[in-house]
């Protein structure tokens, strides 16, 4: 995305949340600091990896500058994870109101959707969580906040807005940007991405959404529980391509039952506007499909272009980013990444992680490396789905033998009373405890999963998860209840005649 001039930059619609937002993360009056003759650590990009970075680094007493060219906060606070989740959440509250008959709660009315007010209330809670990401706030921390654009002007100098910033070290976390598919006509008729979307005051009576990835599926169950018709359009021949295929056939009936169309496997030919419709043709047989809006939700490239990376003696890939090794250092020992722009593993939890890396190896000599991490990541649908470590598929092209065990919600109290469906399935290494992955399909599946992840980071075996107490009723219990699964594949024939042998003497 092409950056506003700063004293011009807005959001659409430009209500007072939209203003407060902006007031906070790229005020129109901000003026630039004097640059220091050199910092420690100068930070390019300020979403979440460059943000942490830059927090970090200051309270640890080292001189720091921090550049953003757009909107402090990055993709996550302004058009990502907290605008899509605002979102989410009105969404299921509208299943939840839409499903109350079966729990026995009837009001006699429908459960309309008043779309203009959802975005309201999304708007409202990004404004109002703004101020933790705010040019203000850093400043108040030592950081020294520049805004405009930023490129290498030399191995040791970077130039923003007609300073230059001498550096003693760097640390690159420019993040990324939708991908936008080559179909022809596309660009001609129109189309929303995550950059856009959260714009919309309208709902639009029918919606295309291109690509079953997280962000596809998560907003394309959004807007069908708000009214739209959805149809979800993917290459592949199942959605999250990613996951564990058993998650992702659940989803996927889930999504079939709340009236999303699903064209797997399917290939678009081309886009053409007819009056006001978007019409979208597609390769072999089948009807064109007529839509008001189209979302692309294909993936992500790397924000690497304006940098001048190259002076800098950067190496870097305009698809896979910019080149680290395992301890997020450059081709340049002096400059670091961190964040998506590195990393195949684009989730915010990530970036933070990774800028804890970079700070430590960049400015303490540290010896921290991205392979040690666990790293856990859930899609925000209904059910969630959550994994981390291996699936099954990726073990087997591993070439890694393993038990697999499963406990589905049916068998789980609490989500029998929740009236809940989905399953945990843990994977351990072939006769050992040791737990490779674990993948939940669950309503909360996101908070479940750190059990699994601490563990992991523990090197605790999935018996040792048997003597956890869990509080009951609670959904969780089903990780107890695979631990209690694998201590009783250890009762070989053997060792309970053993038992048997030693009950009947002590008897």
Not at 76 to 98: D, F, M
Not at 370 to 398: F, H, N
Not at 477 to 496: G, Q, S
Request: proline share 4%; net charge neutral; hydrophobic share 40%.
């Amino acid at each position: 995305m092409t950056a506003p001039a700063m004293n011009s930059l807005t959001i659409e619609p430009w209500d007072e949340f939209n203003q407060t937002l902006i007031s906070n993360v790229h005020p129109h009056d901000w003026v630039n600091p004097e640059p220091a003759a050199s910092y420690h650590l100068v930070v390019i990009g300020a979403g979440t990896a460059g943000l942490v970075t830059a927090a970090a680094a200051a309270g640890l007493g080292a001189r720091v500058a921090l550049i953003e060219r757009y909107l402090m906060g990055g993709d996550c606070l302004n058009v990502g994870c907290v605008p899509s989740k605002a979102l989410i959440r009105s969404a299921r509250a509208a299943a939840e109101g839409a499903r109350a008959a079966r729990f026995g709660v009837i009001d006699g009315k429908s459960s309309e959707v008043d779309f203009a007010a959802v975005m309201e209330r999304m708007r409202r809670v990004r404004s109002s969580i703004s101020k933790h990401d705010s040019a203000y706030r850093f400043r108040d921390l030592g950081v020294d906040v520049f805004l405009g654009e930023a490129r290498f002007s030399g191995p040791r100098n970077i130039h923003v807005a007609g300073k230059t910033l001498r550096f003693k070290k760097a640390v690159i976390a420019t993040g990324t940007k939708p991908a936008h598919p080559h179909i022809p006509g596309l660009f001609q008729a129109g189309f929303l991405t995550n950059e856009t979307v959260f714009s919309l005051t309208r709902l639009p009576q029918r919606l295309a959404v291109i690509g079953a990835g997280p962000i596809g599926c998560e907003l394309a169950q959004a807007f069908q529980r708000f009214g739209s018709r959805v149809s979800l359009l993917e290459s592949a021949d199942r959605i999250l391509t990613r996951e564990d295929r058993d998650a992702a056939d659940l989803l996927e009936q889930r999504l079939t039952q709340e009236g999303v169309a699903l064209h797997l496997g399917c290939r678009i030919r081309s886009v053409k506007r007819i009056g006001d419709a978007k019409v979208l043709s597609f390769e072999g047989e089948g009807p064109d499909l007529y839509v008001d809006e189209i979302l692309v939700a294909t993936g992500r490239i790397p924000n690497v272009e304006g940098l001048d990376l190259s002076v800098a003696g950067v190496a870097f890939d305009a698809q896979t980013g910019v080149s680290v090794n395992e301890r997020l250092q450059t081709t340049n020992r002096r400059v670091y990444a961190a964040g998506d722009v590195c990393f195949p593993y684009k989730h915010t939890h990530t970036a933070d992680a990774m800028a804890r890396i970079a700070v430590q190896n960049a400015l303490f000599l540290g010896r921290k490396k991205t392979t040690d991490l666990i790293i856990p990541w859930c899609t925000y649908t209904d059910p969630e789905v959550a994994q981390v470590g291996m699936s099954e598929e990726e073990a087997r092209e591993k070439g890694l033998k393993v038990d697999t065990f499963v406990q589905s919600m049916m068998g789980v109290d609490r989500a029998v009373t929740d009236g809940e469906e989905g399953f945990v399935k843990i994977l351990v290494e072939k006769g050992k405890d040791r737990i490779l992955g674990a993948t939940i399909v669950a309503s909360h599946a996101g908070e479940m999963i750190s059990e699994l992840t601490l563990a992991m980071n523990l090197g605790a075996g999935l018996s040792k998860l048997s003597s956890v107490i869990h509080p009951y009723p609670t959904q969780a219990e089903a990780i107890r209840k695979i631990a209690d699964a694998y201590n009783r594949t250890r009762l070989t024939p053997f060792v309970k005649k053993l038992l048997s042998t030693w009950l009947s003497w002590t008897g």
